[in-house]
């Protein structure tokens, strides 16, 4: 691909990726698997988390305007994220790219499915377990009110971060159902502190990737800048449009994008 449609897709991206809080990963990961089916999966990844780190760090300066940031929750999990997204940028070395199609294609089909089926917050009961009551208003003047069991969402962040660093989706497809639908955020909330966990997590992928040496040169950086100077607009893009669209539009946007990959993915592996 040339220059300007790369950047034309980091566009897309880092709107579409920012506006579910998903940080763009879980769509470019599969763009390139199917755009690029001679790189490793080392690569693609490699690529991805690149992406995704300026995707997420655009779109927590922009949530952040907004106020949506849950930061006390959010410093816990990021720190609990970053060991395994370490892990993961390490692991995705040892698999063959058939099977990593095959495993990305069955993580995406069973986050669309859990998506769909979330209910709205309010309907939504309180995490069980030792909570921490939280209460925020941003900067539209929108209330949250939720209880947050930080413990296990350090715990699952923790998980998150591997997975993510591994399918080099950054964790924001996995993390804010999560977020929403076990440890009781609001969605919006959710999006936003997912951004900000973003940061970090692809943060520390990367730089292991670089020191690792996976795409320091060659076609790798050459396809991972101008995704990520294309990003960077999208991401201030997407937080805007959410500012727009309810919850459960946000959620259904997630899901349907997810089955969508999923199924693309699978056909490529079967075939």
């Known amino acids: 691909m040339t220059w300007p449609l790369l950047l034309v897709v980091g566009v897309a991206v880092g709107t579409f990726g920012t506006l579910v809080g998903a940080g763009g ?7 390139l698997l199917i755009l690029y089916p001679n790189f490793s999966p080392a690569t693609v990844t490699s ?4 992406v995704v780190f300026f995707n997420a760090l655009s779109g927590s300066l922009a949530y952040g305007r907004l106020g949506r940031i849950d930061y006390d929750a959010g410093i816990r999990f990021a720190l609990a994220a970053i060991p395994g997204s370490v892990l993961g940028a390490l692991a995705v070395h040892l698999v063959p790219v058939r099977v990593f199609d095959a495993i990305m294609a069955a993580a995406l089909a069973a986050t669309a499915g859990f998506v769909t089926r979330l209910r709205p917050h309010a309907e939504r ?23 947050v069991p930080l413990r296990r969402g350090s715990a699952y962040s923790a998980l ?14 996995i993390h804010v159902p999560i977020l929403v ?16 966990v973003l940061t970090f997590a692809t943060g ?8 690792g040496g996976t ?8 396809i991972a800048v101008p995704l990520a100077i294309g990003v960077v607009p999208g991401a201030q893009l997407g937080a805007w449009i959410a500012r727009k669209m309810a919850g459960p539009s946000i959620r259904r946007l997630l899901g349907g994008a997810l089955l969508i990959l999923a199924v693309r993915l699978l056909v490529s592996v079967a075939v």
């Open 204 to 211: 520390a992928a990367t730089v292991t990737h670089l020191l």
């Open 47 to 50: 690529i991805s988390l690149f």
């Open 125 to 147: 009961p309180r995490p069980r377990g030792n909570t921490v009551e939280r209460q925020m208003v941003d900067r539209d003047g929108n209330s949250y009110r939720y209880w």
């Open 181 to 196: 639908g076990t440890l009781g955020f609001p969605t919006h909330i959710a999006a936003a502190t997912s951004h900000f």
């Open 25 to 31: 990963g879980f769509i470019l990961t599969p763009l």
């Open 215 to 222: 795409f320091s040169s060659g076609s790798g950086l050459a």
């Open 160 to 173: 998150v971060g591997f997975a993510s660093s591994f399918l080099g989706i950054g964790g924001g497809v």
